[in-house]
């Protein structure tokens, strides 16, 4: 039988627990809040309750405890009471309320509910979903800044250091932009002098290594299912640039501050793109959007960017290609 995971023994430090129990990219998007919520509360203890396979990551987020948190339909595995500050990050819906409003906390820090008794401002439409959590903070006397992205560097160093990064992953198919573009804009990446890596999941392993051999590469220039979580955010802080659709590697971009150019498809850049400050590109048409980010089949926003648009925009951010990759 599997051990059901449960909030550790107290370290003495008062306890808080942020809920944000979704992807990579979700999970990177609440980090200013993150940021905010450590320099708020600097004597209690954080535990973020966000899906087990993101263990590796939240080793890299201004947080003490990770706890396994498998979507919402099941307790969080702290006892009542025990929690000092509940903070949700997760949404406005009864679903996560009531999970963390079944914690007992002191101090609850989250959207109006009036179900539960809880203060707090109205949830938000159409803002950035960095924006939204740095806004609840603020709401409640917690000043949080959305561009506040960065995080911790993995230990170990890269398998790849100064490689260009193409990752050809994506959950959903109406991310999914074609493996021929993939292919085509590592071998322009290649011809600009790079090194050139192919990265995604154990289901993109066969979509990457048909882009590597389209593009001429050799079959160690494929990692895509090779990599845990850390060193994949090691590959990517330490890239030259990264080319990736809508997906947690483009938030792991802007959380290093690595140059980076991202094709949109069924999201909107507005909701859920890089920090405008940075090194970032991003590249969709709005006016096809479909809008389903659960589609099978590509989203026409994403098909509308063409492998030059890329290759021009990789142009355009001025990447410095290593001496080592020349």
């Known amino acids: ?34 940021h905010a919520l450590r320099r708020a509360f600097p004597g209690h203890r954080i535990t973020l309750a966000t899906t087990a396979w993101l263990a590796p990551v939240v ?3 201004p947080v003490d405890v990770h706890l396994a948190q498998h979507g919402l339909d099941h307790p969080i595995a702290a006892p009542a009471g025990v929690v000092d500050v509940a903070v949700n990050l997760h949404g406005v819906g009864p679903e996560s309320s009531d999970l963390v409003a079944a914690l007992g906390a002191r101090r609850v820090i989250g959207h109006a509910d009036p179900l539960h008794g809880n203060d707090g401002p109205p949830w938000p439409d159409d ?10 903070l603020t709401w409640h ?31 959903h198919g109406a991310r999914h932009w074609p493996t021929d573009r993939f292919a085509a804009v ?21 979509r990457a290594a048909a882009a590597a051999q389209a593009a001429g590469l050799a079959p160690d220039a494929v990692l895509a299912g090779v990599l ?3 060193p994949f955010a090691a590959v990517v802080a330490a890239a030259s640039v990264v080319v990736t659709v809508d997906t947690g590697a483009a938030h792991l971009a802007s959380a290093y501050g690595v140059p980076s150019v991202v094709v949109f498809g069924p999201a909107p850049p507005e909701a859920w793109g890089p920090p405008a400050s940075g090194p970032h590109v991003v590249l969709t048409d ?14 026409p926003a994403l098909l509308a960017v063409g492998v030059q648009d890329v290759l021009d925009a990789v142009d355009s951010l001025a990447v410095t290609v290593p001496s080592a990759a020349r």
């Open 286 to 299: 709005a006016s096809v959007r479909r809008g389903d980010v659960f589609a099978e089949d590509p989203d």
């Open 141 to 171: 006397g917690i000043p949080a800044d959305a561009d506040e992205v960065a995080i911790a560097r993995p230990a170990e160093p890269s398998v790849a250091p100064g490689a260009a990064v193409v990752h050809v992953g994506a959950f």
């Open 59 to 61: 080793e890299l987020l």
């Open 1 to 34: 039988m599997t051990a059901v995971p449960v909030l550790p023994p107290s370290d003495g430090r008062p306890d808080l627990l942020v809920l944000r129990a979704i992807k990579l990219g979700d999970a990177l998007v609440a980090v200013p809040a993150l």
């Open 127 to 136: 803002v950035h979903e960095r924006e939204r959590w740095a806004r609840l």
């Open 228 to 230: 845990d979580l850390q």
């Open 186 to 206: 590592a071998r322009g990446l290649r011809e600009r002098g790079h090194r050139v890596v192919l990265t995604g999941g154990t289901d993109e392993v066969e």
